[in-house]
């Protein structure tokens, strides 16, 4: 039979969905997506006849358990998580419900909210000689945090960070981030990226939580901090070593410049 198909819905243009993604919501007799985050928009890829359900207002055993009667009746089912499954999706939890049942499943990976900030941004997460490590992670807040991967470690790295999840603790979000990167930090806020009512805020870490009250919003945003947001196109220094024409490697030997 075929198996529950954890699925990527990407960061909210339908259009960023993956190809496979796409083929997966087209062949679904029934699409569980997370409504309070998933746009219905990516739902324009089903069926007419295909059933879909939000898990807004679901809790685990609901969800699993509507999935699972379908997946026996021998339909296929997707379970459209938004961005990517792996990150913050909950999705271990379900997999182990579906394991007891001896229910099969498959993952589909997406785009990331990260990921579509960064194009919206116009910027390189990983600059040479700048950053070449991005931390990807949440503050504390109903959902716990390991201690030792609280904000206040993780941003006295001071690489390049985005921070999701957290914008309504946005007041404790820049007393850290200031501390950390400096109360003049370059800092940004991307709102519903890739979205129609998408926002990008310019600001510092000292300024974060008042630019963020002053453009109001409480949800679905993501910061993101770090050097590589005060490198502009006309002040790049350094440069990658795979295109320096004095490097070799496996697919292109050094230029003789003597």
């Known amino acids: 039979m075929n198996p529950v198909i954890f699925c990527g819905a990407g960061p909210g243009d339908p259009d960023l969905i993956t190809v496979k993604g796409q083929q997966a919501l087209a062949a679904a007799d029934l699409v569980v997506y997370a409504g309070s985050l998933v746009p219905e928009a990516l739902l324009k890829w089903t069926r007419p006849a295909c059933r879909r359900l939000s898990s807004a207002g679901l809790h685990l055993e609901e969800m699993v358990a509507t999935m699972a009667e379908a997946w026996q009746a021998g339909e296929k089912v997707v379970r ?46 990983t600059l ?30 001071r690489a390049t960070m985005a921070v999701y999840l957290s914008i309504s603790m946005i007041d404790e979000m820049t007393r850290v981030l200031s501390r950390a990167y400096g109360p003049d930090g370059a800092c ?69 410049h003597r």
């Open 80 to 125: 459209l998580h938004t961005g990517d499954p792996s990150l913050y999706g909950a999705i271990f939890e379900q997999m182990a419900k579906f394991s007891q049942r001896n229910i099969p499943y498959t993952v589909i990976p997406g785009v990331t909210a990260a990921f579509a900030a960064a194009a919206a941004l116009g910027v390189e997460y």
């Open 188 to 256: 940004a806020v991307v709102y519903r990226a890739s979205q129609p009512e998408q926002q990008i805020l310019w600001t510092t870490t000292g300024q974060l939580a008042e630019t963020v009250r002053q453009a109001k919003i409480t949800k679905t945003a993501l910061v993101v901090v770090g050097r590589v947001l005060d490198v502009s196109l006309d002040a790049l220094v350094h440069h990658s070593k795979l295109y320096d024409r004095h490097f070799a490697h496996g697919y292109r030997p050094a230029e003789d």
């Open 128 to 157: 040479p000689e700048v950053s070449q490590t991005l931390i990807l992670t949440r503050m504390a807040g109903r959902t716990p945090v390991p201690e030792s991967e609280n904000l206040e470690s993780l941003a006295a790295h």
